[in-house]
Each structure stands twice: as C-alpha cells, then as structure tokens.
C-alpha cells in the first residue's frame, strides 16, 4: 500500500514540476529572445539494506530550445536580432559573461550600452560605453558606428563591436536567470563569423498553442494520480473495516 502511495507521490511532483517549467514559458512567449526551457525527468533509485527498495520519478530543467524565434523589424537602430547560433555576451548581475539572444538594446543616462533587462552589453574591452551623438548603426557584423553630436554625417566614427559569440564546440546549459553559461565556467570566444540584423528583434520561440496542450496533459497527469492515492486510502479503509467485524 505504502508503495502505490509513494508512487503516486512522486509522480505528483515531478507533474508539478513541468507545470512550473510549462507557465515560466507560457509566461515569457511575448519576451524578446526567449528560449523555451526543456523539462527532463529520471528516475531516482532508493537503495534498502541489500536491494534497491523502490524508485522515485525526478523532473528537473535540462535545456533549452535552441529553434529560433520570428524576426519583426522595428526600425529601432539599437534593435538587433542575432542570426544563426550566435549569443550576445552580457555581463551578468554577479560580474561573470553570460550569454543571451536578447537584442532590445537601450543606452543609460550614463552612456552604458544594455539590454532590455538592465545588463550590460560586452564589447572588444568590456562593457560597452557610447559617448553622445547624433546618430548610431550596428553594423552586421555587429560593429557600432555613431556620428558624434555635431560631427559630420557622413564620416561615421566605429566606437566598439558587440561580442557575439558561437557556442559551437562548447556546451552551454541555461540558468535560473535565463542567461546561458559556458558549464565550465569559461567564456566562449568571439565569433566574428557571426552577423546580426539591424533594426529587428528575435521574439520568444514559445509555440502558445503547443504550451497549453502540455499543460492540460500535466493537470490530467497530476488528477490522475489524486485519484490513485484515493484508492489507495479507500482499500486501506476497507481493509481496516475487515479487521474491525466480530471474530477477525
């Protein structure tokens, strides 16, 4: 009896756990760059005293999709959208280079170069700085060339090139913070092979549809198992029931 209960216990979990990854990517289909995150479940063995006892169902984020999303062109001179199985390297919360296929840029007050996630963007030397102007083009190969406030518009000044980097070669594995890093901990080299489009963004490659048919099939799996504990309890209630009649 203690088995179909732990059974069904695990199963449970590992149901909710593809839930919680299926809404985060549910909830991130309109986020610019997005990769739909993979859930992946095993199977965790218990060991007894000589023999493995029983087996419990683990489901946990293993990867990303890494199928591009649409391109939209939004005239955005700071809009780029990164071609093939490039990375932008940004520069993450806690100081290290992580990657991402967000390409919503802004610029500061202070003239920092970021995401549309507040985080810097990295360049041949670092993070990239642009001084004022009057106007900017990244180039596809990812160069940034501006006209100085009052400079002549047609002798546009190369200030930095965004570093684009292939992970091609290395394995990358996706964080809770959506940014990907090279598993090692190192960072990957720049690609200059690598090309953007200018003036366009990547949207999520989220399939909605495809989503909520996942999600329907984790909520039936997860009642299904609510209804194998309750069986469960019913037979033990029937089986204390027994134990109770006059002479058992």
Do not use: C
């Amino acid at each position: 009896m203690d088995r179909m209960v732990n059974t069904a216990l695990t199963a449970m979990r590992a149901a909710l756990s593809r839930q919680s990854t299926i809404a985060n990517n549910l909830a991130n289909a309109n986020t610019t760059g997005f990769r739909a995150e993979i859930a992946n479940a095993s199977t965790v063995w218990i060991d007894g005293q000589t023999f493995r006892t029983r087996a419990q169902t683990g489901e946990q984020v293993l990867g990303a999709d890494m199928k591009e999303g649409s391109v939209v062109s939004t005239g955005n001179p700071l809009d780029v959208a990164i071609n093939g199985e490039a990375f932008l390297a940004v520069q993450a919360t806690d100081g290290s280079e992580a990657y991402t296929r967000r390409g919503d840029l802004i610029l500061s007050d202070s003239g920092l170069l970021t995401t549309g996630d507040g985080l810097p963007v990295i360049g041949n030397s670092g993070p990239i700085t642009l001084p004022p102007y009057d106007s900017i083009v990244i180039a596809k190969d990812g160069g940034i060339s501006i006209v100085p406030q009052g400079g002549d518009p047609k002798s546009p000044q190369q200030i930095d090139r965004l570093k684009l980097a292939n992970p091609k070669g290395s394995q990358i594995a996706k964080g809770l913070d959506g940014l990907f890093r090279e598993v090692n901990g190192g960072v990957l080299p720049d690609d200059p092979l690598a090309r953007v489009t200018g003036g366009s963004l990547e949207g999520s490659n989220v399939n909605a549809t495809e989503m909520l048919v996942q999600m329907i099939e984790a909520s039936r799996a997860w009642e299904t198992q609510v209804k194998l504990i309750d069986t469960a309890r019913q037979i033990d209630d029937g089986g204390a029931s027994l134990m109770k009649l006059p002479g058992a």
